[in-house]
């Protein structure tokens, strides 16, 4: 067996019953095994991928908390630290049934590769809780946090580990987090990002992620004589990277002509007004088939996915594994050109492989959505330099780093002959960084 298919078998035995893990961590081997190869007497002596395969900690705690009929609940909360080679430990808290070691695992490891193509001094976590926001009250969401909180402070802090948001997790939920950290340590410190303008979050934080992924997207579109100036654009879900994802694609020039959620998806042959999204979603909280009474023209399809409809570019922007090969079939036969990933693994691995035996762009979700964790890094440097950046300036940042992201993917694929293929440039640009830091730090 080579070392990479020994780390593999090895991962498996170590973390059984996790197999988003295991999908995350063959993805990236399996692009890394011939820069592995180069190296594979010295790698091997260091254990360096026994250790970048190890998170460096992992916790997960009780979070016990009253509902509002005085009803006591127990959730499970984690918070996995996997790699600090490159700076304090970034990554977002997840509030969502689904969350379980595996999917922590899984986040945490890509999170890692993610935050090095940013070029921010930033390692990779990943944390959060199977605890399902939806349908509670402020109250409720608001104890849930606040008990969460109590345990995860012992762990977090600004040159430690530094969590953010991500799905369940917004603008609110940072709020009532960080009011409970500084609670308990009595200090008030850029712990956590994507926090309120008001007590010192970024302009464009809210923004980046949808944002970025647009620019990623179109830079690669115009390297292969494209733009996404007049194409017409699929995107999947409606929480924040959809939201932000269509708002940048349209003032771009595109027709987004899909949202979605978990139960269905909405269809506006019109392009979708963003204005009504924002409404439903962050005001309301709503689920998106309100859509439909609001704009006339527009239709709801419940229990579908949005890959059927017909489209020259497509953004998963919802959750993993939410684009499936058949899903893929779909968007080949309908002339889709591009795919580039706004939420994390949301393209199964066969679907991936299918997509780009057909010639399909395809931009993987740890360059593609590193916006915002890369706004977030920016959002931290603020918090430490106690200034407040314009808009203009943090979004013209953004810009730069996105495309600054898309060369480094571009030119380590053709480092090693596989022009084009940008799931092995991104993990190969991410891997050089993290493993040159650990190589550079010892035996730890
Ligand atoms: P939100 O909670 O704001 O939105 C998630 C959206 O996905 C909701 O519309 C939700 O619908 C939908 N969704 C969830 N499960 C499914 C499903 N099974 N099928 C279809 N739709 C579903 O999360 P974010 O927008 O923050 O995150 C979305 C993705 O982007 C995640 O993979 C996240 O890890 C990734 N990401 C987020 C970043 C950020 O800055 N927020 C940064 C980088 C990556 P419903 O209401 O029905 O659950």
Redesign the pocket.
């Known amino acids: 067996m080579t070392y990479v298919q020994e780390v593999m078998a090895m991962v498996k035995q170590m973390n059984p019953a996790e197999p988003e893990f295991h999908q995350a961590v063959k993805e990236v081997l399996d692009s890394i095994a011939p820069v592995v190869e180069k190296h594979e007497k010295e790698y091997r002596e260091a254990c360096l991928l026994e250790r970048l395969l190890e998170p460096e900690r992992s916790v997960s705690f009780r979070v016990p908390w009253v509902d509002d009929h005085g009803k006591l609940h127990v959730n499970r909360g984690f918070r996995v630290q996997f790699n600090s080679a490159l700076g304090p430990y970034k990554g977002?808290l997840?509030f969502h049934p689904s969350v379980n070691r595996s999917s922590m695992n899984f986040?945490a490891f890509e999170q890692t590769f993610k935050n090095a193509l940013t070029g921010q001094p930033i390692g990779g976590g990943k944390g959060g809780s199977n605890f399902d926001p939806?349908g509670k009250s402020d109250r409720e969401v608001m104890a849930f946090c606040q008990s969460f909180m109590t345990e995860l402070f012992k762990y977090i802090g600004p040159n430690e580990d530094v969590p953010?948001?991500?799905?369940?997790v917004?603008g609110r939920e940072i709020g009532f987090l960080y009011g409970q950290y500084k609670r308990l340590t009595n200090q008030f410190e850029g712990t956590l990002t994507g926090k309120g303008l008001s007590y010192g979050g970024s302009l464009v934080r809210t923004e980046?992620?949808g944002y970025g992924l647009v620019y990623i997207a179109e830079e690669m579109l115009q390297a292969h004589g494209r733009t996404i100036d007049g194409a017409t654009v699929v995107v999947?879900?409606?929480?924040?990277?959809?939201t932000y994802a269509v708002e940048k694609a349209e003032q771009l020039g595109a027709k987004v002509v899909t949202v979605?959620?978990?139960?269905g998806y909405v269809y506006d042959p019109n392009g979708i007004d963003v204005a009504v999204v924002k409404e439903i979603k962050e005001v309301r909280r709503a689920r998106i088939s309100e859509y439909v009474k609001l704009v006339p023209g527009s239709t709801y399809r419940d229990g579908k996915k949005v890959w059927e409809v017909k489209c020259d570019v497509a953004l998963p922007?919802?959750?993993?594994n939410?684009l499936s090969l058949d899903d893929a079939m779909d968007l080949v036969a309908n002339g889709c050109i591009a795919v580039a990933e706004?939420?994390?693994m949301?393209t199964t691995r066969e679907a991936t492989d299918y997509l780009q035996s057909k010639g399909i762009l395809f931009m993987p979700?740890k360059a593609s959505?590193a916006g915002?964790?890369a706004v977030s890094a920016l959002e931290m440097s603020q918090n430490s330099m106690r200034v407040h950046r314009s808009f203009e300036s943090v979004d013209q940042e953004l810009r730069e780093i996105m495309k600054d992201i898309f060369h480094q993917v571009s030119g380590a694929a053709e480092d090693y002959d596989q022009a084009g293929n940008y799931v092995t440039g991104a993990n190969i640009a991410g891997f050089r960084k993290v493993v040159k830091g650990m190589r550079e730090q010892g035996w730890v």
Not at 317 to 320: K, T
Request: charged share 15%.
């Open positions: 977002g997840r986040l939806k953010a948001g991500d799905i369940g917004g980046a992620t999947s879900g409606s929480g924040n990277v959809a979605s959620d978990s139960n922007c919802a959750i993993q939410e706004g939420a994390n949301p979700g959505n915002g964790v």
